[in-house]
């Protein structure tokens, strides 16, 4: 399994956008200059934070997004289902009954299907225990973030 590009740069973006000023927004195009990726691309991500409840968009020339809730409420988790959907994982394609051949329908318990069912859980598991208030704060206190305030400020809608 490989999590998309898109998964870090929603992490990111919400770093970002968790550094605003209160009732702050900034712009989708000033994001993706930032962080050195395609507007377009950002866009969808953008998008999917929106339907996934963890970003508010705001039209018109002061238009924007912003944090839809804090931080702290936003786990890494939170981000996997938004960027890569809430379908499962790992899902089986029931192979046991064409791997086992004529004695296939005897096929009962996949002990593939039931190891990847297992990972998943734990991964589950780890993702929903990062939340990216932890990150923020391990990232400001590793990092000077004066450059990306200064440009937060500039950038502002």
């Known amino acids: 399994?490989?999590?998309s590009s898109g998964w870090e740069q929603a992490v990111y973006v919400l770093l970002i956008l968790g550094r605003l000023p209160e009732q702050s927004v900034i712009k989708s195009n000033s994001l993706a200059e930032r962080l050195s990726v395609s507007p377009s691309y950002l866009s969808k991500i953008m998008k999917s934070l929106v339907n996934e409840g963890l970003v508010k968009s705001s039209l018109g020339k002061k238009g924007g997004f912003t944090l839809a809730k804090p931080l702290s409420d936003i786990s890494f988790y939170d981000v996997f289902l938004a960027i890569e959907g809430r379908g499962k994982i790992f899902a089986s394609q029931q192979l046991l009954i064409?791997?086992?051949g004529t004695e296939g329908n005897k096929a009962k318990k996949?002990?593939?299907t039931e190891a990847l069912d297992n990972i998943e859980s734990t991964l589950v598991t780890t993702l929903s225990a990062v939340h990216l208030d932890k990150v923020a704060q391990q990232t400001s206190e590793n990092y000077s973030l004066k450059d990306l305030d200064?440009?937060?400020q500039e950038h502002l809608s």
Do not use: R
Request: net charge positive; with cysteine.
């Open 1 to 3: 399994m490989k999590l």
């Open 98 to 100: 064409n791997f086992l």
């Open 110 to 112: 996949c002990s593939v």
């Open 150 to 152: 200064h440009w937060i």
